[in-house]
Structure formats: structure tokens, C-alpha cells
């Protein structure tokens, strides 16, 4: 394994990846510390693993912190069933208070939504006004939350005063620390909850009531382990910890090897655990987990059942939602709750039990008593599974063991209305335990090629482009994977289909899989075909019709089709033409192309009609809005057209790729003359006083077109570094935020190293001092490093530009 002295130095990260498979399973610790906070998805909800290490007679918490627990004063429907008065009409003055009169109301019983799947009483109107009252016995001196899920505008009363009002929604149940406003307003006997709810978008939901927090437990024997550092390289996270007399290594490991599809693809992470005596004196050693539950489910409401299912080499618990809902759901903020998590260790030295609640398996723990040890079918919501290793006495010369956590999907893809397994389990002919069996008997050999992978990745971008480069690129490399999904079509196609993290959702966006590409072309062009494969099918099956690529097969996990509201011509053509060029390149041939010339050609002719000076559209950057004559999306039609004529030449065709050289070459003095505006090129032809990143440009240095002089190069750079601010390049002339991805790509044309590290520099700096503690958000701010939209997608692929253009032409 790789340690800190190794050649690798301690990483700051805006968050750790630990657990990183699909955008479903997925976990991350989002402070530099991993036992400061709770470990979570992505997307921020809590997806628990708790660390415990027992030296002797004392225990040291070394992972994740306890999740809060609360109790009900007013309850939530998934705690208890109740029911309020409704209307759908504006009601009259003082229906917020307990003197109105609510007998001509409706009685219905929550939750409100307009999901029938979901809906006690069902919600199709844009206005609802409800009146819930409840009883509360005595004082409550525990701090008070208000617990509610709701979509959208919002004002919730009690007892008659204003105590929440929100422009927007929460989308799942959420905790909101009303204390102050609350006990202000609470009182003892009869209360009244009153809400007036506005849908204005999507979809419409109510759920609510009051909580208390529990209050933990003394727990003096739980002491807090000293991290002492923490190093990322690109398939391992590993922090070293003093606890007492020893020291303990903890290895996340999640071997995403890109030239090992089968095993890529394998969704079983270790957790290795490496002890060895810091006094000279030998120390009994013990190690705990306790996995959540809620990390097979969606909303932490839903039932869950634990089992015991231990296999021949392992034991093994297992757990799953009971109703499970297979791809039922659709959407970006959203968990798996279908399919079985697994936890499992070596059978001779690991105990399992499940508890009911985090508190319960840590006492068990500590108290030496396991719970519902062996026991299955236990039902409940927020479940542990509990497991220990026991590493026996460890002196100097020191043990180690590993876990395995591990997830089946059952099925991960709807493809056209086919249900497709993960690409591990394609043919339907293996279990599970079977899967983890595996994994625990390879544990060596696997290891053996993640250490000798991440020297590979950690060399190849250092060489590019320096250590500050390389960290970034390390930090990117699971990040990027885990946004997608591996599976086989029914044409037995292999699809690598990406997710829009933190966007909207989408399945297979065109504009995700040009940014991510640098990446993948590196190191396994299978898998760049695979985010096109499905594209290429959609338009030659006859299902889209148009003359350019589609943004989209739709929402994932359902790839049945493009859901995305608008096309974006000049965008998706290009950048599949540019991929296809740049996979040739890499591959040495264009047999790739050939097997989708016709469609290729369609999208060809389009760019040549309509490319060079593109209509009012939206490009990749769709945030910033619709925009006629952009130039550097006209920049990706003069590559995408060059691309083409690069193509026909590798197939023989020498009049097509005449005719399509013959078509760019004055493009390119044309662009250069209606983009100038002195000491740089504008954001859109003819409009002086502008500026952008001219990103899409870089293609014409990889893929060694040649078509623009250097000197538009070198003008732009000069210009790029008189605009740059603390955290990096802004986007263009509009706004101070950027993109990280095209920051890289913008860095590549520089025609040296030190201007390119100008570039890093603030950008690295963004990485490691960002308040926005999520998985790398690749839209931020460049004057304050905070996150303005996206997180956790697969676009960080796109920091391996440099690395690629390295690897092709060596500079």
C-alpha cells in the first residue's frame, strides 16, 4: 500500500472519497478530520459508517460521528399515522389560529403529494392550506426541530405566529433547528400546526411535525483517535491515526482500474485495517464498523430488513428496503432503495450483529455483548450492521485485515424499456456472496495492481504537469467514474452511462461525456465508447430523427429516451465527432467510426450548414444562457468538421476528407476575423468589449491539426492571465464564475509549462480551500472558491486533458 512516505504528500480535499462504485453507492467524508462528521452520499444525506478501534480497555472513535437522534412530539407520517383539515380555496382571516372555525375543511391524512405512489391524500392544486393540531403533555427541554419535507413555497404557524417560511423546497425529510422559535410558541396541552403551501413548480409534497433531539448518552470510554494524516491517490484514501499505544492505518480502497473492466466494474470496496504498536509493548486489538442501513434506501422513512448471509470464506450481513421499488424512480436528488448492501469479514476473526439503532451497536461494542448477533429478518428503519475484527495481540511488527462493503443493485438500468443487470451480474448467473467471496480471495492480487495503477495515474500527470497538477488529477479520478453506471445493451454493446450529479439528473448527457473524455481515452477507449454507444443507437434505431446527436437518453436511471427540455445542436454533433477523432487517434485506426459513418455524416453535413456561426442555443454551459454567434462554440464546429476529414482519411476516403479540409481552412481566418478585438478574441462574433475561454480549441493542439496559428494562441493565454482571480479563470466576460474542467483544457494550449502551472495554481488552491465541503463541485466561484452549483460528476474526467495531451504528444 502507499504511505505517506512514498511519495506522496498529505492531500486537502473539499471531500474524501472512501466508498466510490455508481452514482447509488457512494460515500464520501466531507472534513478534513474523518472523525468529525457524519459520513455521507454525495448528494449530503447521511450514508453512516462508524470507526471504532479498542486498544486494550479503551476505545478510540476513528470514523464518522454518532447520527443525531430525535423523538417525536408531533409526528411524521412515516412515525405514526394522523391527520389534519385541508383546503384547496383561501380561506379567511385567522385561519392560522386556534379560534378559526376549520369544520368546513377537508380531513385528510399526510403525506400530501401529486405522487400517487406516495400520497395518503393526493395534491394537484397550486395552492394548499392545512390546520394539524396535537397535544403535548408537559415541558420539553430538549431542543426542538421542526421535521418536514415539502416542495414547494412554503409559511408554517404555530399557534398563530410565523416560525418557518421558505422560497423553494427540501426535497426529502429534513431536520430544522427552530428551538428558540418554537419553545416560544409551544405550550402545554392543545397545539396548532398551520400551513399555507404554493406549488409554482415540479412536483408538490407535505409532511410534518415537531421532534426532539435525544440527548446522547455519557460515553466517557469512547475517546477520539488522532488523525495525523491523510493521503488521496487515485483508487485509495488512507488516513493514519494514533490510538494509545498504537498507531492504525485505514485504507479505503476502491479498485476502479480502467483497464480491468470486469473488475472496475466488481461494486465491492475494501477497508483495510493496519495496527502496529507505538510503545514497544504488544496491545489487544479490536476493530469496528457500524454501517447504516439508510445506505439502501432513499428517504431515511423507509423499511428495511437485516439478514445474516454468510458464504463459505466470509460472514456477511446483508440489507435492503422491503418494499423494494427496482428503477421505480427517477431524478437527481435520489438514493438507491432497491437492491442489498453487504458487509462481510474473514469468517475466523470478524463477529457481526445488527442493532436497531448506531447507539445500540456501539454499546454493544463497548459492552462486549452482540446484540442480535445471528439473527434474521429484523425489520426496522435505520438499522446497524455491526462488525468486528478481531486482530488479536499486535505488537510491533503489527497486523492487518480488511473489510468488504459491497452493493447489488438487482438491476442497475432501464434501457429502452429493457431492465439491465450491472454489468457484473449481465448474464444473471451470480450471486452475491459469491461476488464477495471473490473479492476476499483476491485481495492481494488486487491491491497489487491498484498500488501499481496509482503510481501509473500519479506519474502520468506529474510528468504533464506538475505535483499540484497531479493531486487534482488524483483527486478527480474516482470522483469521475463513480458518476456512472457500466452495463450491456440487448445488442450487447457495452454502455458507460454518467449521471447528472447535482444537476438535473440526466442519463448519458453528450455535453457530460466530452468533458469527462480525457480520462477515459487515457486509459480504456472501450469505456468512451461506451458513454457513446447509446447515443449512436438512439439516432440509427430511428428513435431520434433530428440531424444532430441528442443531449440525452433521458433521467436516470432511465435511459428511455431524451427528457432534457431543449436540444443543443452545434453542441452534441460536435462533440461526437471530436470523440470519435480523438478515439482513432488513440486507437490507431477509425474501424470505430466506420461501424457509424452514416450517422457521423448526417452530423457532419449539419455542422457544415449551421456550425461555424451558430443561432441562438445553448452549448455545454447552458447555465449562462442562450447566446447567437457564440465563438467558441463555433470553435468546436471548425474542430469537429476537421475531425470528420481526419476520419475519412483513416478509412480511405480521400475526397471526402478533401472536401471537408477544403470546407475548414477559410473558416479559420473568417473566425479569427470576426472574433478579434485587439489584445484578444470575444465571447461572441463582432460583440467588442467581450471574452471567453476558447477551450473547445485545445483539440487543435491534441489531435496536431494545426489549423490556427500560435499566435492566436499566446493571445489569449496573455489575456487569460491578466483576468485570472484567487480561485482561478472565470467562464468569460459575464460572470466571475468558472468551470474547473475547462479551466484545464483552456491551460493546455499555453506553449509552456509555466504558463500552464499559472493556471493550477489558483485552481489548486481552490481544491484545498474551498468552504464548500462537497465532493468537488466543478462550477465555482473564482473570487470567493465557494461551490455555485454542481457536485460529484463525472466532467472532472476533463482535468486529464493535460495528461492526454502529454501521453499523445509528449509535451
Same mark, same amino acid.
Given at each position: ?134 397535544? *403535548? ?5 430538549? +431542543? ?25 423546497? *427540501? ?48 460515553? +466517557?470510554?469512547?475517546?477520539? =483517535? ?58 489487544? *486489538? ?154 476476499? &480471495? ?107 446527436? =441528442? ?9 428511455? &429516451? ?23 487517434? *488513440? ?5 470505430? %467510426? ?60 480521400? %475526397? ?16 479569427? %476575423? ?138
Amino acid at each position: 500500500m502507499l504511505s505517506a512516505g512514498a511519495g506522496y504528500s498529505q492531500q486537502k480535499a473539499p471531500a474524501y472519497p472512501l466508498i466510490t462504485h455508481t452514482p447509488y453507492f457512494s460515500i464520501w467524508s466531507n472534513t478534513d478530520q474523518l472523525n468529525e462528521s457524519v459520513t455521507t452520499h454525495w448528494s449530503g444525506t447521511e450514508h453512516s459508517l462508524v470507526g471504532i478501534i479498542k486498544v486494550d480497555h479503551q476505545f478510540y472513535r476513528f470514523m464518522g460521528r454518532e447520527q443525531e437522534q430525535f423523538a417525536a412530539v408531533a409526528p411524521t407520517s412515516d412515525e405514526q399515522a394522523y391527520t389534519v383539515q385541508y383546503t384547496e380555496q383561501k380561506p379567511g382571516e385567522g385561519w392560522n389560529t386556534a379560534a378559526f372555525n376549520d369544520r368546513s375543511w377537508k380531513t385528510g391524512g399526510a403525506p400530501f403529494s401529486d405522487d400517487r405512489s406516495v400520497a395518503k391524500t393526493y395534491w394537484g392544486s397550486n395552492d394548499l392550506w392545512v390546520r394539524r393540531t396535537f397535544q *403535548v403533555t408537559g415541558p420539553v427541554n430538549d +431542543e426542538l426541530y421542526l421535521k418536514i419535507n415539502h416542495d414547494d413555497n412554503i409559511d408554517v404557524y404555530l399557534n398563530g405566529t410565523l416560525i418557518y417560511h421558505k422560497i423553494g423546497w *427540501v426535497n426529502r425529510m429534513t431536520y430544522l433547528n427552530l428551538n428558540d422559535a418554537i419553545k416560544a410558541n409551544l405550550k402545554t396541552g392543545k397545539n396548532l400546526l398551520a400551513v399555507h403551501l404554493r406549488n409554482t413548480a415540479g412536483g408538490r409534497h407535505l409532511d410534518l411535525g415537531i421532534s426532539r433531539k435525544v440527548p446522547p448518552p455519557p460515553s +466517557e470510554q469512547l475517546l477520539k =483517535a488522532t488523525q495525523e494524516n491523510v493521503t488521496i491517490s487515485a483508487l485509495q484514501t488512507i488516513y493514519d491515526f494514533k490510538a494509545g499505544g498504537v498507531d492504525l492505518k485505514v485504507n479505503f480502497t476502491s479498485p476502479l482500474l480502467l483497464k480491468e473492466i470486469d473488475l472496475m466494474a466488481r461494486p465491492v470496496s475494501y477497508i483495510t485495517y493496519t495496527a502496529k504498536s507505538n510503545d514497544g509493548q504488544a496491545h489487544d *486489538v479490536k476493530i469496528y464498523l457500524g454501517a447504516s442501513s439508510n445506505i439502501a434506501v432513499n428517504e431515511a422513512s423507509q423499511e428495511v430488513m437485516a439478514n445474516v448471509v454468510n458464504s463459505g470464506k466470509l460472514k456477511l450481513l446483508q440489507t435492503g428496503t422491503t418494499s423494494q421499488p427496482v428503477l421505480a424512480k427517477k431524478g437527481d436528488d435520489l438514493r438507491i432503495d432497491w437492491g442489498y448492501f453487504y458487509v462481510g469479514g474473514n469468517k475466523d476473526i470478524t463477529t457481526q450483529f445488527i442493532t436497531a439503532s448506531p447507539r445500540e451497536g456501539i454499546a454493544g461494542f463497548i459492552g462486549n455483548q452482540s446484540g442480535t448477533a445471528e439473527r434474521s429478518g429484523i425489520r426496522g428503519r435505520n438499522l446497524v450492521l455491526n462488525t468486528i475484527l478481531n486482530l488479536g495481540k499486535v505488537g510491533t511488527a503489527g497486523a492487518e485485515q480488511f473489510m468488504l462493503l459491497g452493493y447489488d443493485e438487482l438491476y442497475a438500468i432501464q434501457y429502452f424499456h429493457n431492465n439491465l443487470r450491472p454489468w457484473w451480474n449481465k448474464n444473471g448467473n451470480k450471486t452475491f456472496t459469491a461476488v464477495m467471496d471473490e473479492a476476499a &480471495g483476491t485481495y492481494k492480487t488486487v491491491m497489487q495492481k491498484v498500488n501499481a495503477f496509482d503510481k501509473v495515474v500519479h506519474e502520468d500527470a506529474f510528468n504533464a504537469g506538475g505535483a499540484d497538477y497531479a493531486k487534482l488529477c488524483e483527486l478527480a479520478y474516482r470522483h469521475s467514474i463513480a458518476a456512472h453506471a457500466l452495463v450491456e445493451s440487448p445488442q450487447k454493446d457495452l454502455l458507460f452511462l454518467s449521471k447528472e450529479n447535482f444537476s438535473n439528473g440526466s442519463i448519458n448527457t453528450v455535453d457530460l461525456t466530452y468533458p469527462s473524455a480525457p480520462l477515459f481515452l487515457m486509459y480504456n477507449t472501450a469505456l468512451q465508447k461506451g458513454m457513446m454507444n447509446g447515443i449512436f443507437y438512439y439516432s440509427e434505431s430511428g428513435k431520434w430523427t433530428k440531424p444532430f446527436a =441528442a443531449h440525452d437518453l433521458g433521467t436516470y436511471p432511465l435511459a428511455n &429516451g431524451q427528457t432534457y427540455g431543449e436540444d443543443m445542436p452545434v453542441e452534441e454533433a460536435g462533440n461526437m465527432l471530436i470523440l470519435m477523432a480523438a478515439i482513432a487517434k *488513440v486507437d490507431g485506426n477509425a474501424a470505430y %467510426a466506420k461501424k457509424h459513418w452514416k450517422t457521423l455524416t448526417t452530423w457532419a453535413e449539419y455542422l457544415g450548414k449551421d456550425g461555424f456561426d451558430p443561432a441562438n442555443q445553448l452549448c455545454t454551459d447552458d447555465f449562462a444562457g442562450h447566446m447567437a454567434r457564440n465563438v467558441n462554440l463555433s470553435a468546436k464546429a471548425i474542430m469537429a468538421l476537421r475531425s470528420y476529414a481526419m476520419l475519412a482519411e483513416m478509412l480511405g476516403d480521400a %475526397a471526402t476528407a478533401k472536401k471537408y479540409k477544403a470546407l475548414v481552412t477559410p473558416m479559420v481566418p473568417k473566425w479569427m %476575423a470576426l472574433a478579434d478585438d485587439g489584445d484578444h478574441y470575444t465571447l461572441a462574433f463582432e460583440k467588442k468589449g467581450t471574452w471567453s475561454q476558447k477551450y473547445n480549441l485545445v483539440w487543435d493542439k491534441v489531435l496536431n491539426f494545426n489549423l490556427f496559428p500560435q499566435s492566436v494562441y499566446d493571445k489569449e493565454i496573455r489575456f487569460y492571465l491578466t483576468q485570472q482571480q484567487q480561485y482561478g479563470l472565470p467562464l468569460d466576460s459575464r460572470k466571475t464564475y468558472t468551470k474547473s474542467d475547462w479551466i484545464i483544457w483552456t491551460a493546455t494550449i499555453a506553449n509552456n509549462r509555466s504558463d500552464f502551472e499559472k493556471f493550477i495554481e489558483p485552481l489548486y488552491r481552490y481544491a484545498t480551500e474551498t468552504k464548500s465541503r462537497v465532493p468537488i463541485s466543478d462550477w465555482h466561484e473564482t473570487k470567493d472558491g465557494k461551490q455555485v452549483g454542481f457536485q460529484a460528476r463525472s466532467v472532472v474526467g476533463g482535468y486529464y486533458m493535460k495528461a492526454f495531451d502529454f501521453k499523445l504528444n509528449k509535451r
